[in-house]
C-alpha cells in the first residue's frame, strides 16, 4: 500500500508512520534503479519551493520525503492538511539500519574525514552485525577520483549508501549522478558519521521534541534566517512552534525595518 503523498507551498511531504518504515524500506529495496530518501528540514523546504532549482527537482524526485522539523507539521496544521509523522533524522538513520541489519542487507559509506569515517565504520560494524559494509569513500575527494568513486558503489550494488558531510551536492550529488548506479538506496544526513564516530553529539531529545532545534542551526550557521526572506513572512510564522510565532513576527518586523533604514540612508 503506498504511502500518502502531501504538498506544502508546492514542495512534497510523506506522511510514513514508523510502523510502516520498514515496510517502506523493504518496498524501494525491491524497486529497481536508483532510490532516495530525504530528510526534509524547514530550510530545504523553503529551497525547494524555487522550482527551478536542482534542489527541487531533487526532492521532487525523491522517492520517500521525510519531515525532520516541527515547523513543517505545523504548517500542514494551518494549511488542513493530513499531519505527517515527524522523524528524528539521527534516530530514523537507526531504524533504516536496523532493517537492512535484520534482513541481512549491504551498506556502503560515503563522506567524512578518514578517521572519523573509521572510527564510524568500526561503531557500525559492532552495532548491526548481519549489515556487511561493502565499500566507504571519504568525503571532500578531489574532482577527478568521482569516475572512480561512481564505479566503486556500481560494483559494490549496496543496499544503501549513507552520505554524510563532506559532499558538495549533498542530497543533489546522488540525484544528478543516478542513471549510473544499479540499484541502491542514497540516503544523506550531514551529521551520520560524526555522530557514529562520537565526535559530534546529538541533538537533545527535549531540545529536538520541541522543535528548537531550529535555532541551534541558526546559532551555528546564522545566514540561515536569509532563507526566511525568500517566502511571505506570515508563512514563515506559521510554520514556528506557537510560543515562538509572535516573537518571529516581531523579529521579522525589525529586521525588515533596519533593511529598509539603511536602504534609506543609501539613497540619500
Do not use: C
Given at each position: 500500500m503506498a504511502i500518502e503523498r502531501i504538498s506544502l507551498l508546492g514542495v512534497p511531504v510523506d506522511i510514513c508512520s514508523p510502523d510502516?518504515?520498514?515496510?517502506?524500506?523493504?518496498?524501494?529495496l525491491a524497486k529497481p534503479g536508483t532510490k532516495q530518501i530525504i530528510f526534509l528540514s524547514i530550510w530545504d523546504l523553503l529551497k525547494a519551493r524555487r522550482k527551478k532549482?536542482?534542489?527541487?527537482?531533487?526532492?521532487?524526485?525523491?522517492?520517500?520525503?521525510?519531515?525532520?522539523?516541527?515547523s513543517i507539521l505545523n504548517g500542514a496544521k494551518f494549511l488542513k492538511r493530513n499531519i505527517p509523522h515527524r522523524y528524528n533524522?539521527?534516530?530514523c538513520v537507526i531504524q533504516i539500519l536496523s532493517i537492512l541489519?535484520?534482513?541481512?542487507?549491504?551498506?556502503?559509506?560515503?563522506?567524512?574525514?578518514k578517521k572519523t569515517l573509521q572510527q564510524a565504520e568500526s561503531n557500525l560494524h559492532d552495532t548491526f552485525t548481519n549489515l556487511r559494509i561493502v565499500g566507504r569513500y571519504v568525503g571532500?575527494?578531489?574532482?577527478?577520483?568521482?569516475d572512480n568513486i561512481i564505479q566503486a558503489m556500481f560494483k559494490a550494488q549496496p543496499s544503501l549508501v549513507l552520505m554524510s558531510d563532506g559532499i558538495k551536492e549533498k542530497n543533489c550529488w546522488a540525484y544528478k549522478r543516478?542513471?549510473?548506479?544499479?540499484?541502491?538506496i542514497f540516503l544523506y544526513y550531514k551529521d551520520a558519521f560524526g555522530i557514529f564516530s562520537e565526535r559530534i553529539k546529538r541533538v537533545k531529545e527535549k531540545t529536538f521534541n520541541n522543535g528548537n532545534e531550529i535555532f541551534v542551526?541558526?546559532?551555528?550557521?546564522?545566514?540561515?534566517?536569509?532563507?526566511?526572506?525568500?517566502?511571505?513572512?506570515?508563512?514563515?510564522?506559521f510554520m514556528l512552534p506557537g510560543q515562538y510565532q509572535v516573537m518571529m513576527a516581531a523579529a521579522l518586523s525589525l529586521v525588515l525595518g533596519l533593511i529598509l533604514s539603511l536602504s534609506s540612508k543609501k539613497a540619500k
Open positions: 510502516r518504515l520498514e515496510n517502506q524500506i523493504l518496498e524501494l532549482s536542482v534542489f527541487a527537482e531533487t526532492v521532487r524526485n525523491a522517492d520517500l520525503v521525510i519531515p525532520i522539523s516541527k533524522p539521527f534516530e541489519d535484520a534482513h541481512f542487507k549491504t551498506l556502503y559509506l560515503f563522506g567524512s574525514n571532500y575527494y578531489p574532482k577527478q577520483m568521482e543516478r542513471n549510473r548506479f544499479s540499484s541502491s542551526e541558526l546559532l551555528h550557521n546564522p545566514f540561515k534566517i536569509v532563507l526566511i526572506f525568500w517566502i511571505p513572512a506570515h508563512t514563515v510564522t
